[in-house]
Every structure is written in structure tokens, then in C-alpha cells.
């Protein structure tokens, strides 16, 4: 696994130790012949300005999704972003200025390769505004924090958004809201409500992985080669709910 680092881009305000946060890009997985690149992003608060480091839990939780993504048949490069501080800082968006830089760190490693963005919560809302890149072809927005106002994915990009319905931290409402804005727009866009599940994804959480495993690798089917390996499509409820998010053209789905 390799990593880089990035300082921050305006400002640079030490921590109480007199250490300096960094954004971080680690590759997980980093094939020569990757056809696809995934990123995955942790989530955060509001408001903030503690470095996130490697152990703490809003980014260790998003480990798991990760090790599942490289177990997508074919050349996936899977890359996690680590942001600098904990917070979306207002005007500031500190995390989206990390997850542009991130995003440039992949076009440079595999240009005019398309992208798919994993995030949760805070790191979900930074994925639905990286959904305006042109490079950008899905987003996997997991119990995104939504706000009114915020950017929202291309049209060339698919939209899915996974949300349990005991979330008490952000609201299943501003998901469906979303989803069917993006709906009426023509846009491809998806919700799937997780029944009996929380925000931080611990309930069910193996359903929430094999869903972002299998949404990912049926939408870049072509550039992985799955087909011509002759890879089986998942069956049953979940392997349900994957065709209808990536061949149905948009709808609410219930698991």
C-alpha cells in the first residue's frame, strides 16, 4: 500500500501538539491496468479542526469498504482518502479542497480512467459534489449529510444512494428528497432504504458493503472485463436490488 500527502491548501493552522494535519491518499488496491478507480471517504462533523488520524474510528470505519471493493472482480485501483481535519468547516469545505486534490492525484496515476466515489456521512456529501466532475461516472452516497444548496452529481453520472432507516444522525428524508429531485431531472439516481440499520452502518453492516461491492463492479462491468471473465451476477434480494440501482434507470428500493 502506498501513500502521499498533502499540506493544507490555504491556511495552515498547527494543532495543539505543533503538528500540521495533512491530507493523505493510500492505495489499497493499485493495479498497472486498472480499468476503474475507486475512492472511499470517511466521514466527520460539522465543525472542526482536529487532524483525523489512521485509528480514529469515522476513519476506520470505512476500512472495510475498501478491503470489499478490492475483491471486485477484474483491475479496480481502490484508494482511501484521509482528510485533514475533522470538520466541514463552513465555507471552508476542507474536505472537499482535500478530495479535489485527491481526485487529481488519481488522474494522474490513471488518466481518462472513470471513477467511482464511496462516501459516508460528511465524506457522502463531499461524493455528491465530486459528482460534477466529468471523470466522476458513480457515486455511492452512504447516510450522506445533505444541505439545500449543495452541488449535485452530472448528468453522466449514476447516483446511489444507501441509507438505514434508524439514522437519527443525518435524515433518510433529505436522501429521498435528493434522489427523486435528481429523479425528475432525468438523472440516474437511486435510494436504497436499509431497514433496521444506523448511521454508522454497524447494523447489517456486511449488506451494506456487498451492496457498494456490487454496485461498483456491475457499473464498470466494461472497463473490468467482468463479462468476458464470465462472472455470475449476485442472486437473490441483493443481487435484486444492484441490477435495478445499475439497470433500472433510477427507484426507491427497500432491503
Known sequence: MSTTSVGQLDEVVP??????????L????QPADAGAVAIVLHGGAVNGREPNLPWSHNVARLVPFA?????????????????RYRGWNGAEQAPLVDARWALEQVRAAYPDRPVAVVGHSMGGRVALHLGDEPDVRLVLALA??????????????????????RDVICGLSRSRRLVEQLQSQGRDATLIRI??????????????????TGVTAATFADELGIGDDGVEPRSGVVGAAIARAVHGGGSVIDL
Open 15 to 24: 494543532t495543539s501538539r505543533g503538528r500540521m494535519p495533512f491530507a493523505t
Open 26 to 29: 493510500a492505495w489499497d488496491a
Open 67 to 83: 478491503r470489499s471493493l478490492r475483491s471486485v472482480p477484474g483491475p479496480l485501483a481502490v484508494a482511501r482518502v484521509r482528510f
Open 144 to 165: 450522506p449529510w445533505i444541505e439545500p444548496g449543495d452541488t449535485s452529481p452530472g448528468p453522466w453520472c449514476r447516483t446511489v444512494v444507501l441509507h438505514g432507516d
Open 195 to 212: 431497514a433496521r440499520s444506523d448511521h454508522a452502518m454497524l447494523l447489517r453492516a456486511r449488506l451494506w458493503t456487498e451492496l457498494v
